[in-house]
């Protein structure tokens, strides 16, 4: 990824918001027995990065790349 790609990140909670915000590195941690999320990792964000978000609510995540 160059400098100039940021990835456009979405996160979907199941009470109705979606949290957008970019970055240039977003990482997950899954559990390896049920595969259920267990926490993220975000890297040189730009906007709101929701960090008070409790993985339980979260119900998908999406990304897409952009120049």
Known sequence: MSAAERLSMRIFLDTGPVLEFT???FTT???R???ELTGYQVEGA???VP???AIEHI???TRE???
């Open 33 to 35: 027995a049920t595969g």
């Open 65 to 67: 790349v952009s120049a």
């Open 59 to 61: 119900i998908a995540i």
């Open 46 to 48: 730009t906007g709101s």
């Open 29 to 31: 941690t899954t559990s």
């Open 51 to 53: 960090k008070w978000v």
């Open 23 to 25: 970055c240039t590195e």
